[in-house]
């Protein structure tokens, strides 16, 4: 029996604001198991980015158990937890985050720098992630010559060029149309429909339908963790 | 092998993106670069107008005369200069007595200096005059390169006859073959024998700028400052057969002059003896700190050169936190962040020390052309200072880039 891919155990982040203590995350548990689609939902200020970072290992937990991949993450140093974001994770942040002025095939190669790829394989790699998001014609463009769905494109690529076993998504579709944000998430259905697990952060119900479960967070809680009901899938195209 | 040949790759990978980042800033990285290429500019000058001025003292003191000493008839003042009440007197006999008495002693060349006005029709100069018996070409190495130089018959007859130095030919002459010519030194016709050959010039000093006439003459015909007695010379240069003998003549010398003076113990000498050997250590040390000196003010522009990279490198930093917090996110370790930064500042120092060495050469070659004085810029002078400039970038970048991958990756992505 393989471990789930990500486990929490009473989780909590703690900020101190002018000798105030704020819980942003106050003791969440919960099990996400391999090729999960999760939609994470709540007010602004409950905690969601908090979470997401934590899982991703970005930002360490004031107290509780993270397990990913059955690792605690409290036994890793920086290297281990930078090697585990380069692995096993791939981020998609509302503002895309592209190196400006750099192509959109080098924005796609970074993380297999990190890798330690060697040059030609990081260029077919990112290239064949370019063309999987229907981007082989815009290998060379800079973020500034490429749409917000294209970025948001060019950066999902990026997340996926290291095979990572989870992405993460913090509002993905923030900074786009209702259009593009339909063609995203048409987008993370498809990957995950090939396997991969998906955990989406958005506040807008309707996008959250795309997903197998959705939590709702409150105040650093989670007060909601169901399946969604009518679940929507994306037209193809 | 594999892990070496990556690390290798990612250093490829660090001086990529440093290349990308440094040509985003490219007025900001040049004028980065500007500081530590003056600073290797001003060091590798310093360094190689020291190493000339060695070398030009050196080469002044081998137009001297090897194994020689030279005694004057004043106090040892040290460095300081000397008291001339204090002078004492000097005379050929004393030359004389030296050659006989003292062992080892190859030849004495006792002289009078004095300062001399040339004519030649339309044309004059001023030089100094050196009145010499042959002696003195054998002693110090001084030959003619065109006619002949002083004979045992020039002295005896007090004949009015001169050799001359490059310059003064020069001057009085122009193109011409000097040899034959008349020439009035002091309103005195004289008649020029000989063409000194060319010793060149060190430090700005002229070696071919001087006449040599017989002792005789210059003390009848020529001499301005009055001597005490008439057999008194102005100096003595005394040859040695090797640097033995040298080392225990001096002190022979000097004792021997004491006890022709009569001069009381526990008083001071009013003779200097002065060997060739003393003369290059000195003169040597004199250089070495004037060497120091410099190289010391041009290493302060280059530390000033320097502590522009880690300005700018803390600039860098602040600017791209939020790049550094994606770069994390995507997988970089705390070592990939700062050899990234570090890479950027030694590629702004190769950079910036590699065009100062160019131009640090170039201007020694200049300088040597105009200023006639050599600045010579060793291989290994280039290699230590781009070397030097690469380490600066290494000590004054490590900080920055340090602090870099000491961010944690959220709140360095969060960053604005
Ligand atoms: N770095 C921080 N320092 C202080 N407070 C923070 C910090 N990050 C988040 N918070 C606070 O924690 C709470 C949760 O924030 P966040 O996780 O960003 O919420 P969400 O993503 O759900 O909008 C908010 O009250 C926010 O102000
Ligand atoms: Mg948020």
């Known amino acids: 029996m393989t471990a789930p891919l990500l486990e929490t155990h009473d989780l909590v982040k703690d900020y101190v604001i002018g000798g105030e203590v704020l819980h942003a995350v106050n003791g969440v548990s919960l099990t996400i198991k391999r090729g999960e689609f999760v939609a994470i939902m709540g007010a602004s200020g409950s905690g969601k980015s908090t979470f997401m970072n934590m899982i991703g290992c970005l930002d360490v937990p004031t107290s509780g158990t993270l397990l990913l991949d059955g690792i605690d993450t409290k036994t890793l140093d920086s290297d281990a937890l930078a090697e585990i974001r380069n692995r096993k994770i791939g981020f998609v942040f509302q503002q895309f985050n592209l190196l400006a002025r750099t192509s959109a095939l080098d924005n796609v190669a970074v993380p297999l720098i990190y890798a330690g790829l060697g040059y030609t394989e990081r260029r077919e790699r990112a290239q064949a992630k370019l063309e999987a998001m229907g981007l082989g014609n815009r290998l060379q463009n800079t973020p500034a010559k490429l749409s917000g769905g294209q970025q948001q494109r060019v950066a999902i690529a990026r997340a996926l060029v290291t095979d990572p076993l989870m992405l993460l998504a913090d509002e993905p579709t923030g900074a786009l149309d209702t259009q593009t944000s339909l063609d995203i998430m048409g987008i993370f259905q498809k990957l995950n429909d090939e396997g991969i697990t998906l955990i989406v952060v958005t506040h807008e119900p309707d996008i959250a339908e795309y997903a197998e479960r959705r939590i709702i967070f409150r105040d650093g809680r989670v007060i909601e963790d169901a399946a969604v009901k009518s679940r929507r899938r994306a037209v193809a195209g | ?416």
């Open chain 2, 1 to 416: 092998m594999s892990k070496l040949l990556n690390s290798i790759a990612g250093w490829g990978v660090n001086i990529a993106i440093a290349m990308t980042a440094l040509r985003t800033n490219l007025m900001r990285s040049i004028l980065t670069t500007l500081g530590v290429m003056i600073g290797v500019f001003a060091v590798i000058l310093a360094v190689a107008v020291g190493n000339g001025a060695q070398v030009s003292v050196t080469q002044q003191i081998a137009t001297l005369g090897s194994n020689m000493a030279i005694v004057v008839p004043q106090p040892d003042s040290g460095s300081g200069p000397p008291r001339s009440t204090d002078r004492g007197r000097l005379t050929e006999r004393d030359g004389r007595a030296i050659l006989r008495q003292v062992s080892g002693v190859s030849a004495v060349a006792p002289q009078i200096r004095s300062s001399v006005q040339l004519v030649t029709p339309g044309r004059s100069a001023t030089t100094q005059a050196t009145g010499a018996t042959p002696e003195y070409g054998i002693v110090s190495n001084v030959t003619a390169s065109e006619g002949r130089f002083l004979t045992d018959g020039d002295v005896g007859a007090a004949a009015r006859v001169v050799v001359i130095g490059q310059t003064v030919a020069d001057k009085l002459f122009a193109d011409a073959n000097p040899v034959g010519e008349t020439v009035r030194i002091n309103r005195v016709p004289f008649k020029v024998i000989g063409l000194l050959e060319s010793k060149g010039s060190n430090l700005g000093n002229d070696n071919d700028d001087q006449i040599v006439v017989p002792i005789t003459t210059l003390r009848q015909r020529l001499q301005t400052t009055a001597m005490q007695g008439p057999d008194d010379v102005t100096l003595l240069f005394v040859g040695f057969e090797d640097e033995d003998s040298l080392f225990t003549g001096q002190q022979e010398i000097k004792r021997m002059l004491r006890d022709r003076y009569r001069v009381p113990k526990g008083r001071i000498s009013p003779f200097t003896v002065r060997t060739t050997t003393e003369i290059a250590e000195t003169t040597g040390q004199v250089t070495q700190i004037f060497q120091a000196v410099l190289v010391a003010i041009a290493s302060i522009s280059l530390l000033v050169g320097g502590i522009g990279i880690m300005n700018i490198m803390l600039v860098s930093v602040t600017e791209r936190t939020r790049e550094i917090g994606l770069r994390m996110a995507l997988g970089a370790k705390r070592s990939d962040i700062r050899n990234q930064f570090l890479v950027e500042a030694a590629v702004l120092c190769v950079i910036g020390g590699a065009i100062g060495l160019t131009l640090a050469v170039l201007a020694a070659a200049i300088f040597q052309q105009v200023a006639d004085f050599p600045a010579p810029v060793g291989l290994d002078t280039a290699i230590m200072s781009v070397a030097f400039s690469a380490v600066i970038g290494i000590i004054f970048g490590g900080y920055p880039a340090i602090r870099a991958s000491r961010l944690s990756p959220i709140e360095a992505l969060r960053s604005e």
